[in-house]
């Protein structure tokens, strides 16, 4: 592959050290450095430095990608996406603006359901072409790795034929996907009078073929009234734990139902969304070691302004992780610039500790702290360029891409057609 040489970053955003995720105030310090360059050896970081140290060393025959005075990012982490799914729900965003509520549209025939009939309906071909679309967005926005949930299939052989395209997503796009399997999504309408039955069907049918077949990573849960319940999800969880699956939890979404707190109970990974988490799920979250992921585009899209409490979570030293959560429903947005934007102005973060939040914590939330998330020697080469000289202009302009280029173990994936210089 060679060698590549990134020459005159303004900056540098480098995230480097410690080898865990950052707390509290160490989510404000990016370990910039100003005029920077960096050296990559096959696809992997060989050397960061400053701009002229890294040019004077420069190998023979070595490529060089002059950032021009840019800002050098390493590619954004997103811990939580419903990329695969088929069709759209324009119907539901038209209902909302009219007024009506998430669950008032879930119970008027939108909602979950409708998206998993249309997936249903859809072959791994439509399935697979809808989802290489998201995928070129979320490139388009700086994000090199996405985790995927399953979750719009419901039955054995539909959540299957989900977690394979999310395979081939990850084989054949160059963004790398991270596979969750969230057949506890909803409980699908054949089984509205019988939704132990579902549950039995997670356990004892679904989870045991994605472990076998290797084809999710972590379980995910929707714990929600009128999804599955607290006892539904430990159960399913704990199913999930002993067959070797890492847990993701959707906690308090919509009602503080205590879902954080199961998080904390069953030590999961990361509990996700908590707009209603209160002291008692933090202090949960903290004592399991629970790391919490915000989804801020949720909210917005949703019209709500029930922001989860990111400024007490930090400073209860959990390590926060923001995301998209893009889905047809309640996020249809894959950009993370979006989401530094909303967690800087509706959620009180500083830009530095959203880009943190979504980037190094993002990465050692899906269990790849020690390869992506930030620039370090050692690490994979995925980084991108923004067409600014200021890290914080990221989240300060919004609802327009500022992405100049962006790269996947150091070869160049996207350039935006827009430059102009
Ligand atoms: O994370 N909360 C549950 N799942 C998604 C919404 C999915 C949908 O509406 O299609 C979420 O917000
Ligand atoms: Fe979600």
Redesign the pocket.
Known sequence: MGTLAVLHASQLVTLASPKRPRLEHEMRDLAIIEVGGMLIRDGTIAAVGSSDEIARNLPDACEVADAGGRVVLPGFVDAHA?PVFAGDRLDDFERRAQGDSYEQIAAAGG??WS?VEKTRAASDIDLFDQAKKHASWFLKCGTTTVEAKSGYGLTVDDELKILRVIRRLNDETPLEFVPTFLGA?AIPHEDRQSPQRYVDLVINEMLPRVAKEKLAEFCDV?CEQGYFDIEQSREISTAAKKLGLKLRI?AD?LSNSGGAKLAGELKATTAD?LEKTEEEGIAAMKSGGVQPVL?PG?VYALGSTCYPRAREMIEARLAVVIAT?F?????PSPSMPMMLSLACTQMRMSPAEAITASTINAAHSLGRGDKIGSLEPGKLANFSIFDCDDYREIAYYFGFPQTHSVYVRGRCVYRSPLQMG
């Open positions: 419903h909602g979950i998206t999504h929707f959707h979404q969304h989804l949720s959560d889905n047809p429903g309640s996020s």
